[in-house]
């Protein structure tokens, strides 16, 4: 099995990270905001989902999660962190098939790859 607290945060940089009504609520909460306030703050729209996670610079993948610590590569809101990545990877997670088969490749077990194709 993968263990995420090896991963450099590749779900955290998906495109789109949608969010639910419910979401945006537990992030007010999680930060004492109003509704409204947390929508504004934290979420932009997007053409596929009412409510899309706002992102940030990363150097590893260009564009990250908001809410990840980039030099730390963990989740700063992990307790109020959305549904869909409570519910990740939900079978099996392409970055760890990925990693695999590339440690496997070049025989070195402690490999981690990013976009740029330069190891960690």
């Known amino acids: 099995m993968y263990n995420c607290n090896?991963?450099?945060?590749?779900?955290?940089?998906?495109?789109?990270i949608a969010l639910t009504k419910r979401d945006v609520e537990r992030l007010a909460k999680h930060f004492d905001l109003g509704f409204e306030e947390a929508r504004k703050k934290f979420t932009k729209v997007d053409a596929w989902a009412?409510?899309?996670?706002?992102?940030?610079?990363?150097?590893?993948?260009g564009r990250i999660c908001r809410f990840f610590d980039t030099d730390e590569r963990r989740c700063t809101i992990y307790e109020a962190r959305p549904a869909t990545c409570r519910s990740y990877p939900g079978g099996?997670?392409?970055?760890?098939?990925?990693?695999?088969?590339e440690r496997n490749i070049q025989n070195d077990p402690t490999f981690i790859a990013t976009t740029d194709n330069k190891a960690l």
């Open 92 to 101: 099996r997670c392409g970055y760890y098939d990925f990693l695999s088969a």
């Open 6 to 16: 090896k991963c450099p945060g590749y779900c955290c940089s998906y495109p789109l």
């Open 50 to 61: 009412k409510y899309a996670m706002r992102r940030k610079k990363d150097k590893i993948f």
